[in-house]
Structure formats: structure tokens, C-alpha cells
């Protein structure tokens, strides 16, 4: 019997499947998709997948071709590591303090998210923290100008937590960002019962128990799926192709048709009109040396 769903769950070579006619069932790999897996990953949380049922025993024959996918770098940094498939959209997750907020490290998420394919909604947590501190407020302003949307959260307080509910509902998401900006306290605000290890390394670099956790799709009481995938976090671990750098930046990519050169770089080019913007102040600065740091990076890799 062949049967068609989504991979919820994968730890250790098993995979929870939701079967598109209803049921949980759980699954292996097709010999032949093994060899996918030690190269990159044939099955990973949000895959569609055709599965077999022989003797009781559930087969994952295919996996189906991806929408969007969640790529970071593998160790030793050569290979690719496919986290998640097909998501709708990924929050970048950011603190108002401890850690401070940074538009670096903003420009960074939002970047590693629109390279993905997916659309970033920033998540600004900890707000308890902050209050109206003018430079969150700035922040907010700045990329709520740029067309981002902007959340400002508190899984202390449950503060922007109805918000991110509704957010989430009707799509399937994930929370990117660096490790101690609450991502795991926000998603047990969010579902309460879900009792997530907050503030523990062990979960998040994969060192426990298990020898390959895959991570999962937690379904949310009001609707929705959140990916919780020990390893998001990690910044530092992304790659992003040097041709989707100048395209992430939505008010640079627009600029980039006036410059003189059609292939500007917009770091040394002469009649640059993005370089301009940025000296008469209709770009912001911090967003132009994200660009460019951004850039340079991507070159080197
Ligand atoms: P993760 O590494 O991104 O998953 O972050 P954790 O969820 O483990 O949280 C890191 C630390 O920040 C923990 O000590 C949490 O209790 C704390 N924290 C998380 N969210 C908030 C918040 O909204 N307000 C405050 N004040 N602390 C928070
Ligand atoms: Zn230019």
C-alpha cells in the first residue's frame, strides 16, 4: 500500500510521518535514499514523502522536490546540512537585551532567511528587559521601514505572545537566531506543556543521548507548525551564496539599477546610487555595512 505525508520527527534513522488520510506512523529509509543521507539528508522534518506499507513495517520510498530549504553548513564547514524543508517562513530571533541587540546580527538573520526562500518576520524578545529603550524602539522603526514585519515579545511577561499565535497559524515556521535569545522559552510560552530545556547548551549542540537528532515539528494548540531543531541557532554556520547577497537587501537591490555599472558591487564602483543613499541618509548606514560585511564573507567562502 503506498501513502503520501510529512516528516515530523526524524531521531536516529526513524521518522515520524503524518499520513495526508490521517495517522502518525513510523517510517525508514529506502536503502538507496541512505546514501542521500551521508551526503547531505534524503529526509528531514517538513519533507513530503511517499511512503510503503509491507508487513507493518512503513518505508520511505521518495522524497518529494522542496519548496524551501534550511541549509547550514555541515562540520568541518564543507558540507551542507539540510535542516528543514518547505517552511512557510522563519522568525529571526533576536534579544532587546542580554544580548543586546545588534543590527548586525539582524541584517545577518534576515539575510540567511530571504537566501532560504522564506519570508523573515523579526522577533525582538525579552522586551521586559527593555521597556522603551530608544535604540529597540529605533530598531523596530528602521525595519518596520524596510517592510519587515516586527514583533515585539516576552515569553517572561507573555507579552506579543497572541501576536505570534496568530502569526503561526495556518503555516509552518521556524525561530533562527543565536542561542540565548529565548527561543526555547518562547516556544514553551507559546505552548504550555511543551517543557523545552531552556538556557542548556546540551540540547542545542546535539550532544545528548541521541546520536543524530533530526529535530521536530511541534503542532500548536490555535494552529500552526514550529520546527525545534537543536543546532538552528548557531549564526556563524551559514553560508550565503555571494549572487543572493545584494538581493536580500530589499532597498539596495532597488537602488542597484541606477548605478553606473550594471554588476556594482556598490563598495568602490564610481557613481554608485547606492553608496549615495547611504551619504544623504536615505539608507541607513548600519544596513549598508551589513551589506557589505555580509558581501565580503560571501566572497571569501
Ligand atoms: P535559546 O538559547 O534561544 O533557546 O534561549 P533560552 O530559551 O534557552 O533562554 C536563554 C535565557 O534567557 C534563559 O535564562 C531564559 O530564562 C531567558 N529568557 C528567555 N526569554 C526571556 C524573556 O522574554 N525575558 C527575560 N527577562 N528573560 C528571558
Ligand atoms: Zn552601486
Known amino acids: 500500500m503506498t501513502s503520501t505525508g510529512t516528516v515530523h520527527e ?5 521518522y515520524t510521518v503524518e ?11 529506502r536503502g538507496r535514499l541512505k546514501q542521500a543521507t ?3 539528508s534524503a529526509a528531514v522534518i517538513g519533507d513530503r514523502v511517499v511512503l510503503e506499507q509491507a508487513a507493518g513495517a512503513w518505508t520511505i520510498e521518495s522524497v518529494e ?12 564547514g564543507r558540507t551542507a546540512k539540510v535542516l528543514a524543508a518547505n517552511l512557510d517562513h522563519a522568525f529571526a530571533v533576536v534579544a532587546a537585551r542580554d544580548p543586546d541587540v545588534a543590527p548586525d546580527l539582524v541584517d545577518r538573520l534576515l539575510v540567511l532567511v530571504e537566501s532560504a526562500g522564506m519570508k523573515p518576520i523579526l522577533i525582538v524578545n525579552k ?3 527593555a521597556g522603551d529603550a530608544p535604540d529597540v524602539d ?13 514583533l515585539r515579545l516576552s515569553a517572561a511577561t507573555g507579552e506579543g505572545l497572541d501576536a505570534l499565535r496568530d502569526r503561526c497559524a495556518g503555516s509552518t515556521a521556524a525561530l533562527i537566531g543565536p542561542s540565548g535569545v529565548g527561543k526555547s522559552s518562547i516556544l514553551n510560552a507559546l505552548e504550555p506543556g511543551l517543557g523545552l530545556r531552556v538556557g542548556e547548551l546540551s540540547r542545542k549542540t546535539s550532544a545528548g543521548r541521541h546520536t543524530t537528532v533530526g529535530g521536530r515539528l511541534i503542532r500548536l494548540a490555535r494552529g500552526g507548525l514550529v520546527a525545534d531543531t537543536p ?3 548557531d549564526v556563524g554556520l551559514w553560508d550565503v551564496p555571494l549572487e543572493d547577497v545584494g538581493r536580500c537587501f530589499p532597498e539596495i537591490d532597488e537602488l542597484a539599477a541606477a548605478c553606473r555599472f550594471r554588476s556594482c558591487t556598490h563598495l568602490h564602483e564610481p557613481d554608485c546610487a547606492v553608496r549615495a543613499a547611504v551619504e544623504s541618509g536615505e539608507v541607513a548606514r548600519s544596513r549598508y555595512e551589513s551589506y557589505a560585511a555580509i558581501y565580503e564573507d560571501a ?3
Open 65 to 76: 522536490p522542496r519548496r524551501t530549504v534550511l541549509v547550514r553548513k555541515g562540520r568541518g
Open 231 to 233: 543546532g538552528f541557532g
Open 127 to 129: 522586551s521586559d528587559l
Open 38 to 40: 551521508r551526503e547531505g
Open 138 to 150: 529605533a530598531l523596530a522603526a528602521l525595519y518596520r521601514g524596510l517592510d519587515y514585519e516586527v
Open 19 to 29: 499520513l495526508d488520510d490521517g495517522g502518525r506512523v513510523e517510517a525508514s529509509l
Open 10 to 14: 526524524s531521531v536516529g534513522g526513524v
Open 299 to 301: 566572497r571569501e567562502t
